[in-house]
């Protein structure tokens, strides 16, 4: 059974920084792509950023350059560093798995929210001026 935990989420000012992790269990993560997703007030749910089987990412354009994502095998845990804080980041953070098929590549991910079946209850990040 898959399980997805996040954690880090919190209340900062703007221009600061935070480090969400999520943390899985009761499957194979390694065959699995990896994203993260906000919820805000507005309608749908923005992918900010995902990342492949073999660690190659994809970020909104709205974040490049100051979000980070990235994944330990290992520990099993997403993570993503936020910099450079500003209202808009302001959400509930999702972090979401799917397993890849034998027919996608190790580099590819997505950050469209349809292509995923298992997601945490998320975290909360508030930004204030």
């Known amino acids: 059974q898959v399980q997805l935990v996040e954690s880090g989420g919190g209340s900062v000012q703007t221009g600061g920084s935070l480090r969400l992790a999520c943390s899985a269990s009761?499957?194979?993560?390694?065959?699995?792509?990896m994203a993260w997703f906000r919820q805000g007030l507005e309608k749908g749910r923005e992918g900010v950023a995902c990342?492949?089987?073999?660690?190659?990412?994809k970020y909104a354009e709205r974040v490049q350059g100051r979000v980070t994502i990235s994944r330990d095998d290992t520990e099993k845990t997403l993570y993503l560093q936020i910099n450079s804080l500003t209202p808009q980041d302001t959400g509930m953070y999702y972090c979401?798995?799917?397993?890849?098929?034998?027919?996608?590549?190790?580099?590819?991910?997505?950050?469209?929210?349809?292509?995923?079946?298992?997601w945490g209850q998320g975290t909360q990040v508030t930004v204030s001026s």
């Open positions: 990342i492949a089987a073999d660690g190659t990412t």
């Open positions: 009761g499957f194979n993560y390694r065959d699995y792509y």
């Open positions: 979401a798995a799917r397993r890849r098929s034998p027919y996608t590549s190790y580099w590819w991910c997505s950050r469209s929210d349809s292509d995923f079946d298992n």
